[in-house]
Antibody
Framework: EVQLVQSGAEVKKPGESLKISCQAS????????IGWVRQMPGKGLEWMGI????????RYSPSFEGQVTISADKSISTAYLQWSSLKASDTAMYYC????????????WGQGTQVTVSS | SYELTQPPSVSVSPGQTARITCSAD??????ACWYQQKPGQAPVLVIY???ERPSGIPERFSGSTSGTTVTLTISGVQAEDEADYHC??????????FGGGTKLTVL
């Protein structure tokens, strides 16, 4: 069974750094792209970017390029989303999800990680 | 970049048919998919490749496409179908985009 388990909720102050994780199991982690999706409170889904754990190839949405870093460690089947300096506007739910092969959709999702940035 | 346009809300009575549209000029050239998201839960894929239904998704969910518009149809709507529905597609540059989401209300 494919499972994506995300790290727990975070409460941070503006300017702090943060790295959240998404641990995969039940399939060959290196062979499937993993993406990250933001959902701000009461809003829709936003595609942030995607990483291929096999060779760490990474693509970003223009809206998020330079704002976050997406990475993966295939030795522990874990993908990451990180910020170097959080802003209040980063407050949102963040989901990781597995890309289904070569087609551009996500077939499995993590449970989400709530990130709250407040002074 | 481009946008996928969805109606903010759709309302139907139980047993009726709900149709949710998603429009963009790119859609004749790129597949679209649909996700269902219930409050407090992660999205769930209900339609992929415009018209394909994943295993485990009820047959009342179907997808269709015509020109620049893809449509999610839910036949015989049930109370449990009340949720937000998000369309999503990708472009040739490798960027993916979500629609703004549609809140389906079962009256």
């Amino acid at each position: 069974e494919v499972q994506l388990v995300q790290s727990g909720a975070e409460v941070k102050k503006p300017g702090e750094s943060l790295k959240i994780s998404c641990q995969a199991s039940g399939y060959s982690f290196s062979s499937y792209w993993i993406g990250w999706v933001r959902q701000m409170p009461g809003k829709g889904l936003e595609w942030m970017g995607i990483v291929y754990p096999g060779d760490s190839d990474t693509r970003y949405s223009p809206s998020f390029e330079g704002q976050v870093t997406i990475s993966a460690d295939k030795s522990i089947s874990t993908a990451y989303l990180q910020w170097s300096s959080l802003k209040a506007s980063d407050t949102a739910m963040y989901y990781c999800a597995r890309r289904a092969g070569v087609l551009k959709y996500f077939d499995h999702w993590g449970q989400g990680t709530q990130v709250t940035v407040s002074s | 970049s481009y946008e996928l346009t969805q109606p903010p809300s759709v309302s139907v009575s139980p047993g009726q048919t709900a149709r949710i549209t998603c429009s963009a000029d790119v859609l004749p050239k790129q597949y679209a998919c649909w996700y269902q998201q219930k409050p407090g839960q992660a999205p769930v894929l209900v339609i992929y490749k415009d018209t394909e239904r994943p295993s485990g998704i009820p047959e009342r969910f179907s997808g269709s496409t015509s020109g620049t518009t893809v449509t999610l149809t839910i036949s015989g709507v049930q109370a449990e179908d009340e949720a937000d529905y998000h369309c999503q597609s990708g472009d040739s540059s490798g960027t993916w985009v979500f629609g703004g989401g549609t809140k389906l209300t079962v009256l």
